[in-house]
């Protein structure tokens, strides 16, 4: 088998997040590639939460396909939840508890989803209940059933290794990981070498776990190899594993940042949280403190972000859409004041607190056009984890170069979602910090009007500098004079020709596919990958299509007019209703777009809807396809 899609299902807090990092680490260390996604409640404990993954022995995974060929259920929820994702001879693995449990029984699950799921369940002539259900399965879609008795697993476990009743039910996770190594035939060196790197310094927790493998080994032992994947093409230890979240808060360190200032909010947290554990550095010789800062809420955090920055520190803050909501102001300032700073921006649902643990891109015009007044700001996306980590790296260079404020904007899915990567290229980062003055300049102006971009001054350095909110001078005074306030302004926004003309096109967009396409996919952030996998897709069905990646949303690169010269053959790919890519063409070189393929349910595009809805407009069938599909 090349590849495998699976999902793990369970109650928010039922250990499935160190499911899915033990196995991620193991298949990457066994040099398979992997991708897996998160979706959870925004609660701490209790509700349904899920992931969805896939393997692949001859790739590394860009985006991820239903149905599932495997289904891990720690909990009911989870069968009545996911049964209709599987494929024909799947293969489910439940808590033989379960067995008897009905739909009614769930108090969890809202009453919305309960319902749909009965009239779903009523159609087949199904009772709402596990065995009912199991039945129907294994009748209509041949589906291979494992009943494991989670309790009995765990009560072994316990006299063998003395684990504690009160902590058994972390063990949960463990049996997951057991039940998937089984199956798969995966060598237990790797998961050895995996729980290893998981619970560092906790040797025990990686005996326990080993204990409950074996296990979960024995109950399963006429499984062994059932999903058995081939030997996998690439070379172990040539990759790594990371989440968005990792991704972004390494290229941070790599950038040299300094100082990170963050409000906890989902799903920008984790950075934060990551970059607490390297607040010592070494890199290539270069020793530095890193401080990281929990503030009392947003505004506080851009606010120290900006006057780290103007010590001469890079700075940096992270943020959802409430979040940036509150730093707008702090944005204004740093425009009008010329601070270079990085605000790493995580969408979710909105609007309001809209859904905290789902993922959108509806956020994009709110990023380039947030704040009141006119000044240059850069908006830059990335496309999956590889690209994040080099465009942290040239976001600083951006602020710093050209000082100006720049917004990194990524999403949840990109975030939450762990990939497999190569290992990046560090002699290919470059750190560009721009004009600065270090030594005492009689009469220093910050602000002259001799540069576009000053030269600049780090305060609590020899030379004098004054920051207002206000219009000023050449020296930072409080000036209202209407010439001096016509040259700033200009002054302030020429950097978006200068920014516009010197970036690096590849951190502008890229272009992937047919030179000569029928059709052009446009988008930006984490559609990337499910569109790559799509135009490999069509090709085999006879459509030549290609992806143009934009990377740098603003100021928007005039380049990628030579893809749009024919609006009819492109189709915009967003997770928006809208489709707000189609929005910013059209303000920023007049072209319109009129075919788009969205999905605003805040779950991911997955690789069969978005191949289905192509088809669907190259058919000539509608130029618009709304994308639902996902638990």
């Given amino acids: 088998m090349n590849n495998l899609d699976f999902l793990l299902g369970g109650p928010q807090g039922g250990g499935l997040e160190t499911a899915m990092n033990i196995l991620s680490k193991t298949f990457v260390l066994a040099g398979y590639g992997f991708i897996a996604e998160r979706e959870y409640f925004s609660n701490i404990v209790g509700r349904h939460s899920y992931i969805h993954a896939r393997v692949s022995a001859r790739s590394i995974p860009r985006s991820l396909r239903y149905p599932v060929r495997l289904l891990v259920a720690s909990d009911a929820e989870t069968l009545f939840t996911h049964y209709m994702d599987l494929s024909e001879e799947a293969v489910i693995i439940y808590n033989t508890e ?150 972004i808060a390494l290229g941070k360190i790599v950038a040299g940042v300094r100082y990170q200032s963050y409000y906890p909010i989902t799903p920008a947290a984790d950075e934060s949280l990551l970059l ?78 809209g859904q905290p643990t789902r993922g959108a891109q509806s956020d994009l015009l709110s990023a380039i056009f947030a704040g009141h007044g006119e000044f240059t700001r850069v908006v830059l996306s990335s496309g999956d984890h590889m690209e994040a980590f080099y465009d942290v790296v040239e976001a600083f260079n951006i602020a710093e170069k050209y000082q100006v404020p720049v917004i990194h904007l990524l999403d949840k899915f990109l975030a939450n979602t762990i990939a497999t990567i190569p290992l990046p290229v560090l002699s290919e980062v470059r750190i560009e910090r721009g004009t600065v003055v270090s030594e005492s300049v009689k009469s220093y102006k910050r602000f002259s009007l001799d540069h576009v971009v000053s030269p600049r001054a780090f305060i609590g350095r020899p030379n004098i500098m004054w920051y207002t909110g206000d219009e000023h001078d050449e020296y930072g005074h409080i000036v209202e004079d209407p010439e001096i306030r016509r040259k700033m302004y200009e002054k302030r926004l020429a950097k978006y020709n200068l920014i516009k003309k010197e970036v ?68 915009a790919v967003e997770h928006s209703y809208e489709a707000q890519i189609r929005i910013l063409v059209s303000i920023a070189t007049g072209l319109r777009i009129h075919r788009k393929i969205i999905k605003y349910t805040g779950r991911p595009i997955t690789l069969n809807e978005l191949i289905n809805a192509v088809e669907k407009i190259v058919s000539k069938k509608t130029d618009e396809v709304v994308l639902t599909y996902g638990a």
């Fill in 504 to 571: 690096d096109t590849r951190f502008k967009y890229t272009y992937h596919g047919y030179e000569d396409p029928d059709y052009i996919l446009i988008g930006w952030g984490s559609v990337k990958g499910v569109c790559l996998d799509a135009i490999e897709e069509l090709r085999g069905k006879g459509i030549k299509a290609g992806y143009l990646n934009v990377k740098m949303l603003w100021p928007f690169p005039s380049e990628v007019e030579k893809y749009l010269k024919n609006p009819e053959r492109v189709i």
């Fill in 276 to 353: 607490e554990r390297y607040m010592n550095i070494d890199f290539n010789g270069v020793k530095g403190s890193l401080i990281v800062i929990q503030m009392e809420d947003e505004i506080a955090a851009v606010t120290s972000a900006i006057g780290a920055s103007l010590t001469g520190v890079r700075a940096s803050t992270s943020t959802s859409g409430p979040g940036f909501d509150l730093m707008i102001e702090g944005l204004s300032y740093a425009g009008m004041n010329e601070v270079p700073i990085v605000i790493t921006y995580y969408q979710r649902g909105g609007p309001s607190t």
């Fill in 98 to 247: 379960d067995s008897t449990r009905s739909l009614s029984d769930i108090p969890s699950m809202e009453d919305q989803t309960r319902s749909r799921i009965i009239t779903l369940l009523n159609g087949e002539n199904v009772e709402p209940r596990v065995d009912s259900l199991v039945r129907y399965l294994e009748e209509s879609k041949h589906v291979k059933t494992i009943q494991l008795d989670f309790r009995k697993i765990l009560g072994e476990a316990s006299r063998i290794r003395g684990i504690k009743p009160n902590v058994l039910g972390r063990y949960i996770s463990s049996i997951i990981v057991g039940s998937v190594v089984v199956l798969t035939g995966l060598d237990k060196n790797h998961v050895r070498r995996a729980l290893e790197r998981v619970f560092t310094r906790r040797p025990e927790m990686v005996e326990d776990n080993m204990v409950v493998l074996k296990l979960v080994e024995a109950e399963m032992h006429e499984y062994s190899g059932f999903l058995k994947l081939d030997v996998p093409d690439l070379e172990p230890g040539k990759h790594m594993v990371l989440s968005g979240n990792d991704a």
